[in-house]
């Protein structure tokens, strides 16, 4: 082991902490924490988010970093060298932590309107992050299913100081050769869906395309395009459908939409499907039903569209293509195949690290090992300078608690304090007095004395939701599938519903992963409301004087996409030990554990 001599910073010298894709700031909550690091620069777009980062951090808005051409905290468009060189940052002091947006790695994500996700690629900006700061250590966090071997990027053109300079065959080839590691075993050769349908005949519409080299889409994913491919789905289940009256509307609107695309598009079967999927919404409007043999024309347009989305995609993104896309017939569709080179997430950011100079260990971590009355998991990466570790290696930490907390644990001490329902009106009550104080509970009541809760806000149940989540209670049961059959008739396909929707909470478990829960219905164990904002912030670990701003549904969001701070708090004590320091009161101190 290297010397494990401890180096003491003053209040006035904490480690100099930059939060990327902040969120409402579980991660940097967990870090500051430990009394060892100080947020100095925040990077997050959601408004809603960025306010309540704020107002946790004693309404300093100058720690938000913001881009100089556009003035709003755009990741994409902030150049940290020069932040970093105008607040004079010392690296040996700097530590950068993010959690990368992770929809397209996520096993929830089942939106296919684009070959890749948009938001993956932010996995990139926190790489360029990490090059144009190189701080002492980092911590990047994302679901634990980006570490599947499905999850990859494409190779790029290269484009110096963007995104594509990450991702280029340029870049791949220089971090490969420095690391030692065998670029044939990281990039491959393989072919990709770029358009398909059952309609042959869209194969002429599809080769013109491939010669022209790109035509904008039709209609671009939203709300619109959803209607559409809704309607598509509708008809798919049954012989006739009836629209109701908000669906009319939005399908005159589409219409509307697609009669001004005509002056785009020069190609003669492209305008004709425009044309006559026109007149079908048209004769579907008009219609006391919509009757599906109209499917087959919509699913033309459809698919035309998605190709069109697929290909725009590529030249955006820069994808490179080994040749020319083209066409491949089977049996039953025309395909579009387009050869293009792929690499894995989790092996380059392992390659790309390493080249940047960090000794780095990455791994999932299960959020109930470290105080978190809730399962969930998490993939961590973490990276410490190689000449500043401290040890011989750098490892994740292991799991401090071999008894999980459970839901009880977590929120029974509000179980007798009613969720208040406005915010505008709301009235802070005091904690219920309670003889028997846990470790837990005089984790979540730290710093807040005074004893007020906030944020314990539901929302006001429909008559139709109260019936439900008694019905679960009454029966034992766990969640929507639990339900009457009567219970269920305003759900579309209730056998397609996610055993999330209605999920009745168990005090004697910890809570499952804790998304919106106002979105998913979730219930209270023993009342039959609700769960609060605040007791969705106990069953990730927020102590009860962090508090959450905005609408109601920000507020059960910001807290769904967090981080556990206590997870984030345990990370952050590992990684002071790799700098030889350690925090002022450990969670092991703090619970009682030793």
Not at 234 to 260: H, P, W, Y
Not at 498 to 524: C, D, F, G
Request: hydrophobic share 35%; aromatic share 10%.
């Amino acid at each position: 082991m290297k010397n494990l001599v401890s180096r003491k910073l003053s209040n006035d010298n904490k480690y100099k902490l930059l939060d990327l894709f902040a969120g409402a700031g579980g991660l940097s909550n967990g870090f500051v924490q430990t009394g060892k690091f100080e947020v100095v620069g925040v990077v997050e777009i959601n408004q809603a988010a960025l306010e309540t980062y704020i107002r946790n951090h004693g309404n300093d808005k100058d720690i938000i970093i913001k881009s100089n051409e556009n003035g709003i905290s755009d990741i994409t468009k902030i150049n940290f060298a020069e932040f970093k060189s105008r607040k004079r940052l010392d690296e040996d002091h700097l530590v950068v932590i993010g959690g990368p947006p992770c929809q397209g790695f996520s096993n929830a994500n089942r939106q296919k309107s684009c070959l890749i996700s948009g938001n993956n690629q932010l996995v990139k900006e926190f790489v360029r992050a990490i090059d144009e700061l190189r701080p002492v250590a980092f911590l990047m966090e994302n679901v634990n299913t980006i570490s599947s071997s499905v999850h990859k990027f494409f190779v790029t053109e290269h484009v110096e100081k963007t995104k594509f300079a990450y991702s280029s065959m340029k870049h791949l080839r220089e971090i490969c050769k420095f690391t030692g590691y065998n670029i044939e075993n990281l990039i491959k050769n393989e072919t990709i869906v770029i358009g398909e349908s059952k309609k042959k005949e869209l194969g002429i519409v599809f080769d013109q395309v491939i010669k022209k080299g790109k035509i904008q889409p039709i209609i671009y994913p939203g709300s619109l395009y959803s209607r559409l491919k809704s309607i598509v789905r509708k008809m798919k289940k049954s012989d006739a459908i009836v629209l109701k009256d908000r669906e009319k509307k939005e399908i005159n609107m589409l219409i509307d939409f697609l009669g001004k695309q005509y002056k785009n598009y020069n190609i003669k079967e492209i305008l004709e499907i425009i044309k006559n999927t026109i007149n079908l919404l048209r004769n579907i409007i008009f219609s006391s039903e919509a009757n599906c043999h109209y499917i087959d024309q919509i699913q033309e347009f459809v698919d035309l569209n998605q190709f069109l989305l697929n290909y725009n995609e590529i030249y955006n993104e820069k994808i490179v293509l080994v040749d020319k896309p083209y066409l491949f017939q089977s049996k039953t569709k025309i395909k579009v195949l387009g050869n293009v080179f792929s690499y894995n997430v989790v092996e380059y950011l392992k390659i790309v690290f390493s080249y940047y100079g960090y000794e780095i260990d990455c791994g999932v971590l299960t959020a109930t090992d470290f105080g978190v009355p809730q399962r969930r998991n998490r993939f961590i990466v973490l990276g410490v300078k190689k000449e500043k570790v401290k040890a011989d290696v750098v490892k994740l930490p292991k799991a401090i608690f071999l008894k999980p907390f459970t839901t009880k644990d977590a929120i029974e001490d509000l179980e007798n304090l009613p969720p208040q329902q406005s915010i505008n009106d709301y009235i802070p009550k005091k904690y219920i007095e309670n003889n028997q104080i846990t470790p837990l509970l005089k984790y979540y009541r730290k710093g807040n004395e005074e004893g007020y809760i906030f944020n314990h806000i539901n929302t006001k149940s429909t008559e139709l939701s109260l019936k439900r989540f008694q019905h679960i209670k009454i029966n034992n049961g766990k969640n929507f599938h639990n339900l009457s059959d009567e219970l269920k008739k305003t759900y579309t396909d209730a056998s397609r519903t996610q055993n999330t929707i209605y999920l009745r909470l168990n005090y004697n478990e910890p809570a499952p992963t804790v998304v919106n829960v106002r979105k998913s219905m979730w219930n209270h164990p023993i009342n039959s409301v609700a769960i609060s904002i605040r007791e969705a912030a106990r069953l990730q670990s927020f102590r009860d004087n962090f508090i959450f701003y905005g609408s109601k549904d920000q507020q059960y969001q910001q807290i769904g996409n967090a981080v556990p701070p206590l997870m984030a708090r345990a990370i952050a004590e590992k990684l002071l030990q790799y700098l030889g320091d350690k925090p002022v009161i450990s969670i092991i101190e703090e619970f009682d554990l030793i």
